[in-house]
């Protein structure tokens, strides 16, 4: 036990010199940041590194969620699903196609209200003219004029009931928390009144097919075999993702 304590003693010995000199190295190689680095942003605008990533990460975490209830995503999204079984096609196109192109065309119909948004509030906050809370008010008006333009009354009279705020005299006095859950709801009921539309001829053709195949006596070969490629080659002789990209395009005029 005596001769442990003698090595361990000797090693220490050794090694305080070396220890001493690594932190007088440390010391003198150059000045130490702070953990609580400052970020200037542009314009004098000012905050937190590791805050600034906190509000980061929450936005892209909430990014989903916003594009489908404050853009014309979710209709875009449920047409397509609804052609998808009218056709009878399971998987083709994908939902990765099918998330894709409604992304894409989102894209397009809310770029003059991204646009908008960015030059009313996004350029004075890179400025320093205004700070962010305030650009968040001054960024509203555009998006709620576009929700407010295919927000159904019905809805929206019954989201001001049930949050028991007044009648408003102006759109721009709707509050957003009403604006928002209306117009959802507006674009799920347009969205199937679309698809039910959409839905209908394919279903002629299905009973067609499967009243012809019964009456001649084909009861081993499902209708659907057969309605399957006609739906398909009706659908692309009239040229029809032209037409329903065109005519939900029109839709948001």
Known sequence: MYRRWNIARHLFR???PALFHSLAWAENAGPRHASGVNWSA????SGSVPWNIVVLLTLLTLLPALIVALTPFARLLIVFHF???ALGTQTAPSNQTLIGLSLVLTYFLMQPVGASIYTSAVVPFEEGKMDAMTAIDK???PLRHFMLKFAREKDLGLFLEMAQAP???T???VPMRVVVPAYILSELKTGFQIGAALFLPFLVIDLVV???TTSVGMLQLPPVV?????KIMLFVMVDGWNLLIGSLLKSFA
């Open 14 to 16: 050794a090694l305080l």
């Open 210 to 212: 499967a009243a012809v």
């Open 171 to 173: 759109p721009e006095d």
């Open 83 to 85: 052609l998808r079984q």
């Open 167 to 169: 009648r408003p005299a």
């Open 42 to 45: 542009p314009g004098g605008a």
């Open 226 to 230: 057969i309605s399957t490629p006609l």
């Open 139 to 141: 960024g509203t008006p």
